[in-house]
């Protein structure tokens, strides 16, 4: 794993990204329109969290915001069930999400052993 020099760099929160278009997509549709309870937590934060942690330039504090984040998204995996349950994706919209989410928490957990095995401090310590 290389340096990052912005959060836009990272491949966790690039991918973050896209899960959060995908699931803002699915929204804005149907019944799930109307469950705004639903909406306000499945539209979690993991994207902003790593681009939180990044910014504070410090790994020990980057590591705890991407624990954060993989929390989120875990959260986020979890909320999928209840949208499919629910009827307000389908069978593939789940899958798609879940393979994407999935895929955020085994990228962010991987960059959290990176940091936890660097040498390095960040960059705030340079």
Same mark, same amino acid.
């Given at each position: /794993?290389?340096?990052?020099?912005?959060?836009?760099?990272?491949?966790?929160?690039?991918?973050?990204?896209?899960?959060?278009?995908? %699931?803002?997509?699915?929204? =804005?549709?149907? =019944?799930?329109?109307? +469950?705004?309870?639903? %909406?306000?937590? *499945?539209?979690?934060?993991? /994207? +902003?969290? *790593? @681009?939180?942690?990044?910014?504070?330039?410090?790994?020990?504090?980057? %590591?705890?915001?991407? @624990? *954060?984040?993989?929390?989120?998204?875990?959260?986020?995996?979890?909320?999928?069930?209840?949208?499919? +349950?629910?009827?307000? *994706?389908?069978?593939?919209?789940?899958?798609? @999400?879940?393979?994407?989410? +999935?895929?955020?928490?085994?990228?962010?957990? @991987?960059? /959290?052993?990176?940091?936890?095995?660097?040498?390095?401090?960040?960059?705030?310590?340079?």
């Amino acid at each position: /794993m290389g340096t990052f020099n912005r959060f836009e760099d990272i491949i966790a929160w690039q991918k973050a990204r896209v899960l959060c278009k995908l %699931i803002n997509g699915y929204t =804005l549709k149907g =019944l799930f329109a109307k +469950d705004f309870k639903l %909406i306000g937590q *499945i539209k979690g934060s993991s /994207m +902003d969290n *790593i @681009a939180e942690g990044f910014e504070r330039g410090g790994n020990k504090e980057f %590591i705890q915001f991407l @624990a *954060i984040s993989k929390g989120s998204v875990g959260e986020t995996r979890s909320q999928l069930f209840r949208a499919l +349950d629910n009827e307000y *994706i389908s069978k593939q919209e789940f899958q798609e @999400a879940y393979n994407l989410a +999935d895929e955020v928490g085994k990228l962010t957990g @991987a960059l /959290m052993k990176h940091l936890k095995s660097s040498e390095l401090k960040g960059s705030k310590y340079k």
